[in-house]
């Protein structure tokens, strides 16, 4: 490295005495048409060339073998190194000045164009590091999560239909051997009336279970796919509300309610059915993760202008902040962590993931909000007026 940085050098200060020659030897050619004015710039022309291609100290070799042919060729008395008058002194003086301080600023603007340049490298270096680090990262993330939302689905599929066929086969199995016992008033394990009852019961209800559960299934389909469609109407929030309510009214049989609507609400344009499974959703959920007897609170009022506020508030253990957005993620009571804060919890972890999905194509919004320390969880859902359209 260091005998290619020498031959470099040496090859620099043999250019530069080259070039002053040559072009001495090109003016002599034009003789006495030729003025030291011209000498001198041609001369520190050369000098700047021998700068910007070979850097600082070929360019002062060029300065001073430039200054030992201006004066021996062109300030009196030539063809020879004495000068003569003082005028000349400082003409050979300042040619020196110049050439050298010259050569010294355009070889530190070509060493500052080469440092701007190399440090322009390492930036475009460092990018595409940071570039790559970051896409592996990203895909060890989505690796990750997709790790993850397998597990989950694994675990609704494992809960959320596992567990209601096998009611359903016990019951069924149960009813199947009855029907095969032989005629005997004084047969043991025979089912009453009631429990014939039951047992139907229990299969219409896990039946109902399963259905809801792969409805959920299909309508996240249909979210992920963009392929919801909604039959928007001018609407009544009340009126959403009080059916949702309507439909909950089992599920909230052991707790307190209580409604506050604000007179002269706006309408909205929305799909009333869509909006109302919404409101139910988020019912059910403050049902069954808060205690017996606690209250459940849903409020409506206008939230500006252009949008209205509903939320829906209960008295159960909450929701820690690190949770609070990925609660709206598909199956996600079903990972592990999310089961930290409510473990008991049923449910397949869709309401939520189907409920922002269609508050978001109605152009709202929906989120956790923090009950300033006190116990339970607040949603919030804003969704546009009709006035807004």
């Not at 530069?16 to 003016?27: D, E, K, N, Q, R």
């Not at 957005?325 to 189907?354: Q, T």
Request: aromatic share 6%; hydrophobic share 45%; with cysteine.
């Amino acid at each position: 490295m260091w005998s290619k940085i020498s031959n470099r050098r040496w090859i620099g200060y043999l250019l530069s005495i080259i070039g002053v020659a040559l072009v001495t030897a090109l003016l002599q050619l034009f003789g006495s048409h030729v003025n030291p004015t011209t000498v001198a710039l041609a001369l520190l022309l050369v000098i700047l060339l021998i700068a910007t291609g070979w850097g600082a100290r070929p360019a002062i070799v060029a300065s001073l073998v430039g200054v030992a042919c201006f004066n021996f060729f062109y300030l009196p008395p030539v063809w020879t190194f004495r000068i003569k008058g003082a005028d000349n002194w400082i003409a050979l003086f300042a040619f020196l000045v110049t050439a050298v301080i010259a050569g010294r600023l355009s070889a530190n603007a070509k060493r500052r164009a080469e440092e701007a340049e190399a440090d322009q490298r390492e930036i475009e270096r460092l990018y595409h590091e940071l570039q790559d680090t970051f896409e592996r990262s990203s895909q060890a993330k989505a690796l990750k999560q997709s790790e993850r939302l397998k597990s989950a689905l694994l675990d609704a599929v494992t809960h959320d239909l596992r567990t209601p066929l096998t009611s359903i086969k016990a019951s069924v199995t149960t009813l199947l051997d009855e029907h095969h016992l032989p005629p005997s008033g004084h047969a043991t394990g025979v089912l009453d009336n009631a429990g014939r009852k039951e047992m139907l019961e229990v299969i219409d209800q896990e039946a109902d279970r399963l259905d809801h559960f792969i409805a959920g299934l299909m309508e996240l389909a249909r979210i992920e796919a963009g392929e919801m469609h909604l039959r928007q109407t001018l609407s009544s929030i009340d009126e959403i509300v009080g059916a949702a309510l309507k439909r909950a009214a089992p599920r909230v049989r052991g707790h307190r309610l209580q409604v506050w609507m604000e007179d002269e609400m706006p309408a909205i344009r929305v799909d009333e059915h869509a909006i109302a499974e919404v409101v139910y959703t988020l019912v059910d959920n403050a049902a069954k993760y808060s205690p017996p007897d606690s209250t459940i609170s849903v409020r409506a009022s206008p939230g500006d202008d252009r949008t209205i506020r509903l939320t829906v508030e209960d008295e159960g253990a909450g929701i820690p902040a690190e949770f609070r957005e990925r609660v709206f993620d598909k199956f996600f009571r079903a990972m592990r962590d999310g089961d930290v804060a409510v473990p008991h919890s049923s449910g397949s972890g869709m309401g939520l993931a189907i409920a922002r999905g269609i508050i978001d194509a109605h152009g709202g919004r929906i989120w956790i909000e923090d009950l300033n320390g006190q116990k339970g969880t607040k949603v919030v859902v804003t969704l546009p007026t009709a006035k807004a359209d």
